[in-house]
């Protein structure tokens, strides 16, 4: 069975300050990682993904993701928050079986304050 | 091109009534997927179909839930004698194929349903 955790369900940061949100998995085989974006009254947008190459992954908008297998996280950040970043963000683990179902964390709301 | 769309986008119906939601996947992804996001379960797989193969229904939370695709194109999800707990933004996504691997799941809008 695989798991999704994401510390923190409001994240608020300044503009142009570090974003860091929080991600750690289980899973029971290596899992495919990723983290998606929603927008207010919009579908889920992928940022980026770790299907089992490069640990450190950078996605969309200046985003990346570090895969640690040791600490089972996948955590994601932003050097510098813009005021467009402010959004949903989810992160989700697949484990690449048949289906390929996503199982999504709990959520970050990520407020960003100019 | 298009994106998955989904209709309607907002339905509001009375408990114990019947509601079909509609998802139009992406031309020539095989795969389509269920999704509910709801406040108090976050966001939960419900079906998907791959193909002309039996759907994978072991996310449905009651047998009032089904869901299916036609022609291996758009899909109908069905909820019967709807409840309050039903609420919630119904997700569709679609990929290219499941096979080995991964391949990119493109979801809709979501049809945000409210049940009095």
């Known amino acids: 069975a695989q798991s999704v955790t994401q510390l923190g369900s409001h994240v608020s940061v300044s503009e142009g300050a570090l974003v860091l949100l929080r991600c750690n998995y289980s899973?029971?085989?290596?899992?495919?990682l990723f983290w998606y974006v929603q927008y207010p009254n919009q579908g889920l947008q992928l940022l980026l993904k770790?299907?089992?190459?490069?640990?450190l992954v950078k996605g969309i908008n200046g985003f990346e993701a570090e895969f640690k297998k040791s600490e089972t996280s996948f955590h994601l950040t932003k050097p510098s928050a813009h005021m467009s970043d402010a959004a949903e963000y989810f992160c989700?683990?697949?484990?690449?079986?048949?289906?390929?179902?996503?199982?999504f964390g709990g959520g970050t709301r990520l407020m960003v304050k100019p | 091109g298009a994106g998955v769309s989904q209709s309607p986008s907002n339905k509001v119906t009375e408990k114990g009534k019947d509601v079909e939601l509609r998802c139009d996947p992406i031309?020539?992804?095989?795969?389509l997927y269920w999704y509910r996001q709801s406040l108090g379960q976050g966001l939960e797989f419900l079906i998907y179909?791959?193909?002309?193969?039996?759907?994978?229904k072991s996310g449905l939370p009651s047998d009032r839930f089904s869901a299916e695709r036609t022609g291996g194109s758009v899909s109908t999800l069905t909820i019967q004698r709807t409840q309050q707990e039903d609420s919630a933004v119904y997700l569709c996504?679609?990929?290219?194929?499941?096979?080995?691997?991964?391949?990119?799941?493109?979801f809709g809008p979501g049809t945000r349903l409210t049940v009095l």
């Open positions: 996504a679609s990929s290219l194929r499941v096979a080995a691997g991964y391949h990119e799941q493109f």
């Open positions: 770790y299907t089992s190459a490069a640990t």
């Open positions: 989700a683990v697949s484990e690449g079986n048949a289906g390929n179902m996503l199982t």
């Open positions: 899973s029971s085989v290596p899992p495919y």
């Open positions: 031309s020539g992804h095989t795969a």
């Open positions: 179909f791959q193909g002309n193969s039996a759907p994978d």
